[in-house]
């Protein structure tokens, strides 16, 4: 069972890897543990608001959004875009270490955004105010459970080519659950590997083709 000093010290000497933007987009994410009474450390993960246009419109994610031109840094926009999404202050949790660097992609090819993700520890949170325009729903999940093999599922979903796609995913929630895939999976699978819980093997290709009859992507979420 992962603890945040477990995290703590398994993420002191990380060295990420890091991108330049290169004229591109930059976002920041904030990966926010808490310690919770029965189940040891637990993330908070948001589900996104439906919203055309939205790339990850819909997602699993973590609270986070791109770089405004007065945030100071990559850490000053995971947190601002957190406390605006769900109301959470980070100002005063600790930052225990950053995630390597990612690049955002939509049907497997770039989309011109480099995303950052930090890892943050929060004593005590306070009640989560959702902004809904934003964000549909968010919850606590125990960190353990992320690499539980029950609950790692292929991720159905239809690419703008017409063929059906399947993705790794983890299903997360308890009365309904979701499906964390993609970035988001990612950014769990780097987490993962460095607190000593890797995730089960997925498969050799990060995208296969599906032999199964075509699948809406919603309907992941009630799976199994």
Do not use: C
């Amino acid at each position: 069972m992962p603890l945040v000093t477990d995290v703590r010290r398994l993420l002191a000497d990380h060295q990420p890897t890091t991108k330049s933007t290169d004229g591109r987009d930059r976002a920041s994410v904030a990966v926010v543990l808490r310690e919770g009474a029965e189940r040891g450390s637990e993330v908070l993960f948001i589900e996104r608001a439906r919203k055309k246009g939205d790339p990850w419109s819909g997602h699993m994610a973590f609270p986070g959004g791109r770089a405004e031109a007065v945030d100071p840094g990559p850490s000053f926009t995971a947190a601002r875009e957190t406390l605006e999404e769900v109301g959470l202050d980070l100002a005063d949790a600790e930052i225990l270490g950053r995630l390597d660097d990612l690049e955002g992609r939509r049907d497997g090819k770039p989309v011109g955004m480099v995303i950052s993700a930090f890892v943050y520890h929060i004593a005590e949170p306070s009640p989560l105010l959702l902004q809904k325009s934003e964000v549909e729903a968010a919850f606590w999940f125990p960190v353990r459970e992320l690499s539980a093999p029950e609950r790692h599922v292929p991720y159905r979903w239809r690419h703008s080519n017409g063929m059906n796609m399947e993705m790794p995913g983890i299903r997360v929630g308890e009365h309904e659950p979701h499906v964390v895939w993609g970035l988001t999976y990612r950014f769990v699978e780097i987490l993962m590997g460095l607190i000593e819980q890797p995730l089960p093997a997925r498969w050799d290709r990060d995208t296969v083709e599906s032999e199964s009859e075509p699948q809406d992507p919603d309907a992941a979420r009630t799976d199994g």
